[in-house]
């Protein structure tokens, strides 16, 4: 009867009946040991960027960057005849300062899931801890360049990454030091975000050099410790407020 009622109320007022479930909350405290598993991960709800932003135009100007610091181009991660390059066109803006480039996207499981499926290879460790591949969005660079760049990337950077039409925030997690150094790898959970549908893991890579990462620098892009821990990321709701901060203010700064 109550039910009833308040539909009734509802038509009355004009007011249209909500349709399916309301949607829950990004949370803020995340036990991250529960979703450290290769098929059920942090949804990627938790960590996309906000559905205003100008995707597209953001993509298509990550494209057309121009400007190159030293030592920025290395081969990607499925295919070592081609290589990507990390541009600095952004690096010296007063909001948004950031690296961009467009890759490939391999996976990478180092940390306390390195022996995921078809890892043959891989460390214990990441850069910055002993991140959960299965649970944390990270994202990898290379470690010359992360050396070289230290100051503006000490770890668990904002790093922003449009993939398959797609906004989603992550860290920067972890680097490459393989010889030759790649580019273009992220964590199992990323990956599998990213393309659902193409079975990731950690021998089988998106092959398209159709990814577009950013590379936000500077102290006030890093994650604080209370959100993000040795092995896993806790609070998914300051990853997405310091994403769509920081985007906003490089669409701000580029007049998209």
């Known amino acids: 009867?109550?039910?009833?009622?308040?539909?009734?109320?509802?038509?009355?007022?004009?007011?249209?009946?909500?349709?399916?479930?309301?949607?829950?909350?990004?949370?803020?405290?995340?036990?991250?040991?529960k979703y450290n598993k290769p098929n059920a991960g942090p949804p990627g709800d938790w960590f996309a960027g906000d559905s205003s932003l100008p995707i597209s135009k953001i993509a298509s100007a990550v494209s057309k960057m121009t400007q190159t610091p030293k030592d920025a181009s290395y081969i990607l991660s499925n295919d070592n005849h081609k290589k990507a390059t990390i541009h600095s066109d952004w690096a010296k803006l007063s909001k948004g300062a950031a690296y961009a480039f467009v890759a490939d996207m391999d996976v990478?499981?180092?940390?306390?899931?390195?022996?995921?499926?078809?890892?043959?290879?891989?460390?214990?460790?990441?850069?910055?801890?002993?991140?959960?591949?299965?649970?944390?969005?990270?994202?990898?660079?290379?470690?010359k360049f992360q050396g070289e760049h230290q100051d503006e990337l000490a770890g668990n950077n904002l790093v922003a990454v449009i993939c398959n039409g797609k906004l989603y925030y992550g860290v920067f997690g972890d680097t490459d030091g393989d010889t030759p150094e790649e580019i273009g790898e992220a964590s199992w959970l990323m990956a599998n975000t990213c393309f659902p549908s193409e079975g990731l893991n950690g021998g089988k890579g998106h092959t398209d050099a159709d990814v577009t990462y950013i590379f936000f620098t500077g102290d006030d892009s890093v994650l604080p410790s209370n959100a993000i821990g040795k092995n896993y990321l806790t609070n998914f709701q300051a990853l997405k407020n310091l994403g769509d901060k920081l985007m906003k203010d490089l669409v701000s700064s580029l007049h998209l």
């Open 108 to 143: 990478d499981c180092d940390g306390i899931d390195h022996a995921c499926k078809g890892n043959d290879d891989g460390e214990p460790h990441t850069n910055f801890g002993a991140l959960a591949a299965y649970e944390v969005p990270f994202v990898v660079i290379p470690d």
């Open 1 to 33: 009867m109550l039910v009833k009622t308040i539909a009734s109320l509802a038509a009355i007022s004009g007011i249209a009946a909500a349709a399916g479930p309301v949607r829950a909350s990004v949370p803020t405290n995340v036990d991250g040991a």
